[in-house]
C-alpha cells in the first residue's frame, strides 16, 4: 500500500534545491544523500515511498536512492522513537566510559541496542567512530546534535531535558 | 580539549574565543595573506607546488604520501573540468583532529583549497565532512558564506582571472568513505564502495574527471607554508618529517585532546602534556596511529619520537595521529574484539576476503574472549588475516588485519591465557 504522505514540506524540497545548486546540472545525483537526510528529518524514518519520492524528485532510479539510504547506516529504514540516541562504544569511547555510557542509558530506559521504550520516545542505537573520541562518552540525539561528556549525571540531565 | 602548543594549523586560534572561528578573526592573525600574496605577486603554480616540496609536508590523513609531489601529478593542461576534493570524513576510531579545525580554524582548510585549486589550475571543489558531526557541518557552511562574500571564494578571486567554487558535502555514517575512491563514490550520490586503482583519481576522479584528494589537517597546513616559506615549516619538525602534527590522545589519559606539536617530539613528553596516566596507573599499550596500526607495548613507545620514520621502525605507523593509550587494567582480547566488530561492521562488503574474512576475525575473537577460544584459533587468525590482507580492492581488509597481527605480536601470552584458562588476567576494559 502506498504511504499517501511520502511527499515533503516545500520547506524540506527548498533545502534540497540548496543541496543541488551544489553540484554540476547533469549530476543531481550527487544530491541524494543530503536529500534524503532531509526527507528523515521531517518524516523521521524513510520509508521505500519516501525514497521514491527523493529518486523521483532528482530524476534517478528508485532503486539508486535505495541503495544509499541502505548503505549508510544514519538513515532509518524503520520508525524510531521521538529521540534516537546513539552512543559510541568503540575502543577509544569504552576506554572513558563509553560502553559505560551504554549500559547506563539500557538500564535507565529498560530497553535494549535497537529497541524503543513503549511510549515511543527513546531509541537505544550503538553507534561507531563518530570522530569525537577525545570528549567521549559521547551521544548523538536524532543524528545532528552532539553529547559530549555523558557521564551518568549528564546522561539524566539530557534525558530530563528530553522528556 | 584543544591544546596548541607549536605548529601552523592552529596558529594564533584562541580556544577561549567563541568567535575565534570568524573570518575577522582569521584575517587579524594574518589568514587570506599568503592567498593575496598570490594573486598580487601573481606566484607561478610551479613556484607553489616547489615551496610544498621543500615543507616535506605529507598527506595527514593517514597514508603520509608527500603533498608536493600529490599535486604535481594533477595534469595542470587538462582541458576539461578538474576537482580538487577534502577529505574530512575522519572515522578511523581514535581520530578527532579534523573536526577541531573545522570547528575552530575553517578559514585555514577554505584558504588551503583555494590555493591548491590555484596551483592545479583547478575551478571547483567539494569538502567530503563526516556524517556524525553535523553541528561542525554547519559551521563549514557558515565559514564558506563568509568567504563567499568577502571575496576569497567565487568567480575573479581578489579581481584576477582564478576563479573557485567550494562547497561542503555531508556524509551519513559510512567509515569506507574515509578511503579516497569510495569518498569520490559517495560525492557522486552511490554506495561508497571503493574503485579499483589505476587509474588513480589524478586521471579518472570525481564524475570521471582528473581529481586531487587531501586531508583536512595536510590543507590546513599549506597558508602557513606559503606565508612563512616551505623550509620554515620544515624546520618545525625534522627531515623527511617537516612540520607539526596534530596527534588526537584518547584513552586512559587525564586530558584527552588534540595537541599541535613537532613532529619528532618524544611520546614521553606528549603523553606528559595529556596530563599523564588516568588514576597514576601503570602505561601497558599504545596505538599509535589510529584503530588500523598495530599496537606497541608501553615500554616502546616511551623510546619513541613521533614522527613516520621512528613509528615506523618501531613496527608501526604515523596513520593519522591518533594515540590511543592503554592502562594496565585493559584486556587485549576485549580490546582486540572490539576493534575487530568495528573493521566486520564497517566492510562495504564488495571483496570477498574482506566482507567474510572481517567476519570470521571477529567471530574468532569474540569466543576467545567468551571463553570458549580453541588451541588451533591464534593460527586460524594469522590464517585468515594472511587470506585477507593484500586480496582486497581498498586497505580496510589490511586495515582490518592489522590490529590482530600487532596484539598476536606482542600481547600473545594474553591470548594464550584466555584459551587455556577461559578468563582475562586483568580486569578492565
Known sequence: MSDLNAGLSPESLAQIDREVAKYPADQKRSAVMSALRIAQVEKRWLSSDTIKFVADYLGIAPMAAHEVATFYNMYDRSPVGKYKLTVCTNLPCALSGGADAGEYLQKKLGIGYNETTADGKFTLKEGECMGACGYAPVMLVNNHTMCNHMTPDAIDRKLAELN | ?429
Open chain 2, 1 to 429: 580539549m584543544t591544546v596548541y602548543v607549536k605548529g601552523v594549523v592552529f596558529d594564533g586560534v584562541d580556544f577561549d574565543d567563541p568567535n575565534s572561528w570568524n573570518i575577522d578573526a582569521y584575517i587579524q592573525r594574518g589568514g587570506y595573506a599568503a592567498l593575496k600574496k598570490i594573486i598580487a605577486e601573481g606566484i607561478s603554480q610551479d613556484a607553489i607546488i616547489a615551496e610544498l616540496k621543500t615543507s616535506s609536508l605529507r598527506g595527514r590523513g593517514g597514508a603520509g604520501f608527500p603533498t608536493g609531489l600529490k599535486w604535481s601529478f594533477m595534469p595542470r593542461s587538462f582541458p576539461g573540468q578538474k576537482y580538487l576534493v577534502c577529505n574530512t570524513d575522519e572515522g578511523e576510531p581514535g581520530t578527532f583532529k579534523d573536526l577541531d579545525i573545522i570547528v575552530n580554524n575553517p578559514h585555514a582548510l577554505i584558504e588551503g583549497m583555494i590555493i591548491g585549486g590555484y596551483a592545479m589550475g583547478i575551478s571547483v571543489g567539494y569538502n567530503y565532512i563526516h556524517g556524525e558531526v553535523f553541528a561542525a557541518y554547519e559551521r563549514f557552511e557558515a565559514a564558506l558564506e563568509e568567504a563567499r562574500r568577502a571575496g576569497f571564494l567565487g568567480d575573479k578571486i581578489l579581481g584576477s582571472d582564478f576563479s573557485f567554487q567550494l562547497h561542503a558535502h555531508h556524509g551519513y555514517g559510512a567509515y569506507i568513505c574515509g578511503e579516497e575512491t569510495a569518498l569520490l563514490e559517495s560525492l557522486e550520490g552511490k554506495k561508497g564502495q571503493p574503485r579499483f586503482k589505476p587509474p588513480f583519481p589524478a586521471s579518472f576522479g570525481l564524475y570521471g574527471k582528473p581529481t586531487t584528494i587531501n586531508n583536512t589537517e595536510t590543507f590546513a597546513s599549506v597558508p602557513y607554508i606559503i606565508r612563512e616559506g616551505g623550509q620554515k615549516f620544515l624546520e618545525l619538525g625534522k627531515p623527511n618529517n617537516g612540520g607539526t602534527k596534530l596527534f588526537s590522545v584518547s584513552g586512559h589519559v587525564n586530558r584527552p585532546g588534540n595537541f599541535e606539536i613537532p613532529l619528532g617530539t618524544p611520546f614521553s613528553e606528549l603523553l606528559e602534556m595529556a596530563g599523564g596516566m588516568r588514576g597514576g596507573k601503570k602505561l601497558k599499550a599504545v596505538i599509535p596511529g589510529g584503530s588500523s596500526a598495530p599496537v606497541l607495548p608501553g615500554h616502546i613507545m616511551m623510546e619513541t619520537t613521533m614522527d613516520y620514520d621512528a613509528i615506523a621502525k618501531a613496527g608501526s605507523m604515523l596513520g593519522s595521529g591518533a594515540v590511543i593509550v592503554m592502562d594496565e587494567t585493559v584486556c587485549m582480547v576485549k580490546a582486540l574484539r572490539r576493534l575487530s566488530y568495528f573493521y566486520y561492521e564497517e566492510s562495504c562488503g564488495q571483496c570477498t576476503p574482506c566482507r567474510e574474512g572481517t567476519g570470521w576475525l571477529y567471530r574468532v575473537v569474540d569466543r576467545i574472549e567468551r571463553g570458549l577460544g580453541r588451541p588451533e584459533d591464534l593460527e586460524l587468525l594469522e590464517s585468515v588475516g594472511k587470506n585477507i590482507a593484500g586480496r582486497t580492492i581498498c586497505a580496510l581488509g589490511d586495515a582490518a588485519v592489522m590490529p590482530v597481527q600487532g596484539m598476536l605480536k606482542h600481547f600473545r601470552d594474553e591470548f594464550l591465557h584466555h584459551i587455556e584458562h577461559k578468563k582475562c588476567i586483568v580486569p578492565g576494559y
